[in-house]
């Protein structure tokens, strides 16, 4: 923290990192490194860095402090930010380019699931009405982002609450509290119940990795990507937001498509070495021992989404040209964690 900062910023700067964590604790809001926070103080932008979980944030220095005025003129001049600054959140941008002096974007599991909906935008205006808040359809994160939601800001410039299309939602205000109060209102009315699933054939699989480079996922929600049939059909349709790609460096739809129960004599481990995980139709899932903890957490979350739409929900899968561009960030993130300079993929 910086020494020359006054007790008060220093304050501020405090209880951002107590929301983060608690924010970051909660696997409905965050998973893994995914989301982020910052706040605005004398000029400074202090921004979640990129890879830090903001689980981590009282123990870690997961905050970076970054020229405010300075990242505002580079987006100004179309630069991304966040290739100017290493280690900067890929959202740099987006955060610099609202108003608010704090803000949170959270990787909401409730708020994803509406927001894959063909028809989220129409859906949206009854369980939002009454909330500064609008809609972004997809766009690609970092410059491309922050100019979009410039836009809307130019035409609704008391916007408190957004929903991203295909990707989460963004909040801000004056202080972390009022924030907070924010999303806890937003999630009380975006709340869904999840479907219950078939049981999971613990026995199949424990034959399966006995033996061989799988585990067993310590989640027992990720199963139910298998033992639901809505769940498979629903994946089987394509990628619905961009952190799948960090699952799935090749970003193929394919591999999220469920396989039959492999007959664990049959060398099936060699079929599909290649693979992160195996979606096993009916019985289960199982990870590759080469998943990051990172990507465990967003197989955790993908369940968790998918649980949450129904079989009559019309989708909007990502298109094939922003399958490719999630696919790169997804590529960055690999190559800075590589680095040594952050802890996870995010």
């Known amino acids: 923290m910086n020494k020359n900062m006054s007790a008060a910023n220093q304050a501020e700067l405090t209880r951002l990192r107590e929301l983060s964590a608690r924010i970051g604790s909660n696997p409905l809001l965050t998973q893994a490194s995914t989301g982020n926070s910052s706040i605005k103080l004398e000029g400074v932008l202090w921004i979640k860095a990129s890879g830090k979980w903001m689980a981590h944030a009282i123990r870690e220095d997961i905050l970076i402090p970054l020229d405010l005025a300075d990242v505002r003129e580079r987006v100004k001049q179309k630069v991304d930010p966040a290739d100017r600054y290493y280690g900067a959140s890929i959202e740099t941008a987006m955060h610099a380019v609202l108003p608010h002096r704090v803000t ?14 063909q028809d989220a935008p129409v859906q949206l205006q009854h369980q939002m009405e009454g909330l500064h808040w609008q809609w972004i359809p997809y766009v690609p994160s970092g ?17 408190d609450v957004l929903v991203l299309g295909n990707h989460g939602l963004v909040l801000g205000g004056d202080d972390c509290g009022a924030v907070e109060d924010l999303l806890f209102e937003v999630r009380r009315r975006l709340a869904i119940s999840p479907r219950r699933a078939n049981p999971t054939d613990y026995a199949a699989l424990a034959e399966i990795a006995d033996g061989s480079s799988w585990d067993l996922p310590d989640d027992n929600e990720v199963h139910t990507l298998a033992t639901d049939p809505i769940a498979r059909e ?3 349709g394509g990628l619905l937001y961009p952190c799948q790609s960090i699952v799935s460096p090749s970003s193929a739809p394919t591999l999220f498509r469920s396989v039959p129960c492999p007959d664990p ?3 099936s481990e060699s079929r599909y070495c290649s693979r992160r995980f195996l979606i096993i139709d009916g019985c289960g899932v199982v990870f590759s021992r080469s998943m990051s903890i990172a990507q465990r957490a967003m197989m955790s979350g993908l369940a968790r989404v998918i649980q949450r739409i129904s079989s009559s929900t019309p989708i909007r899968y990502l298109a094939d040209d922003e ?7 997804a590529s960055r993130y690999c190559e800075f964690t590589r680095s040594g300079r952050c802890n996870s993929a995010g």
């Open 104 to 117: 949170l974007h959270v990787h909401c599991v409730n708020t994803i699931a509406w927001a894959v909906r």
């Open 234 to 236: 629903v994946l089987s």
């Open 143 to 159: 410059l491309p982002l922050a100019q979009e939601i410039e836009k809307v800001l130019s035409a609704f410039p008391h916007t």
């Open 323 to 329: 399958v490719a561009s999630s696919s790169v960030i």
């Open 265 to 267: 004599k049959n060398q």
